[in-house]
């Protein structure tokens, strides 16, 4: 059991649904959260400070650089640049200190290629080049697995490497521009339905498959891997679960009570056909992440409608 853990972006998307987790099942005095605003990551003896003064025993490593797809291809340079500073930094410092007993990072589903046949294995990560449109960010994450192997040869550093899928739920990035595909819709379709518009038009068929995983259920998983796990072979964490675009668009507009038409403007690009993560692994580890996608949409618009009206705190608008 852990003494000490410390949290990096513990206000970010994933870090708001862990921290509340981990303080109920190791108790609030065993867990420290911080942000950006506490450290600067990108500085090394900021790294250093911070664990000097945390004394963690354990480190969830949620700390990142990320962003939807505009602003990753505006600046991939950064992306890549933040996001490798970041991983190294954490892995360095925490290695060499040698009173780290496991160090939890994660990394994103879209560091497998962009060929990746679904339903995707962990076997594929380094089979081939990831989406070109985030490649600085995907690139840079996926070096998390060469760190977690490479501290444990040399230092005996227990890291182990989760990959959740698409994400969803409370304290997403809701903004017009960065936003990845559930809470733009989320918000796309409340805003059709507050102004009262009789169309939304939607780009493609709406045939494209994805796998969506309630950010509640990873969370959930976390002190299992910090108790439990000790191999940096990656696990992927997600639904393993199959949602056509249209359904997952016609489910959000049904529950924010959008009544209008959908227009599925098919002269627009599809993308990728299918993105589905094999979750295997996991459930050989007797894991699974159960919540049905209308009951965690729902528990997210709710959210985001409270929020939306209040402009609460973790609304990005």
């Given amino acids: 059991m852990p003494d000490k853990i410390l949290v990096t972006g513990a206000t970010g998307f994933l870090g708001r649904h862990t921290v509340p987790v981990l303080e109920q099942t190791y108790g609030k005095d065993k ?4 942000s950006s605003k506490d450290y ?6 900021q790294v250093e400070k911070m664990f000097d003064d945390i004394q963690p025993d354990t480190v969830v490593h949620f700390a990142a650089y990320s962003g939807g797809i505009g602003a990753n291809r505006t600046y991939p340079g950064d992306f890549y640049y933040q996001n490798t500073i970041l991983t190294a930094h954490t892995f360095d410092v925490a290695a060499r200190r040698g009173d780290i007993k496991k160090l939890i990072y994660t990394m994103g589903g879209c560091s497998y290629p962009a060929k990746a046949t679904s339903p995707i294995d962990e076997s594929q990560l380094w089979q081939g080049y990831p989406q070109n449109e985030s490649a600085g960010y995907s690139t840079a994450k996926m070096m998390g697995t060469v ?7 040399q230092f005996g550093l227990n890291g182990v490497v989760l990959i959740p899928g698409n994400l969803y739920g409370e ?9 990845h595909v559930v809470p733009a819709m989320i918000r796309r379709y409340y805003e059709a339905q507050r102004d009262g518009l009789e169309k939304v038009e939607m780009w493609g068929t709406g045939k494209p498959q994805r796998d969506f995983v309630y950010a509640g259920d990873v969370a959930r998983l976390i002190p299992w ?3 439990n796990y000790d191999s940096s072979d990656p696990v992927n964490i997600s639904a393993g679960r199959t949602t056509p675009i249209k ?31 094999d979750t295997a692994r996991l459930k050989g580890l007797g ?3 159960d919540t049905p996608l209308r009951e965690g949409l ?6 985001f409608a409270k929020n939306y009206e209040t402009r609460g705190d973790g609304l990005r608008l």
Avoid: H
């Fill in 298 to 303: 729902t528990k997210t618009i709710e959210w």
């Fill in 225 to 227: 891997f910090i108790e």
């Fill in 247 to 277: 359904e997952l668009a016609e489910d959000i507009a049904d529950l924010v009570d959008y009544k209008g038409e959908i227009d599925w403007d098919t002269s627009k690009p599809d993308g990728q056909m299918v993105k589905i993560f």
């Fill in 147 to 153: 760190a977690a192997k490479s501290y444990r040869e």
């Fill in 40 to 45: 600067d990551l990108m500085d090394r003896a």
């Fill in 287 to 289: 894991l699974s992440c």
């Fill in 31 to 34: 867990v420290v959260g911080v």
């Fill in 171 to 179: 304290y997403d990035n809701f903004t017009k521009l960065d936003s």
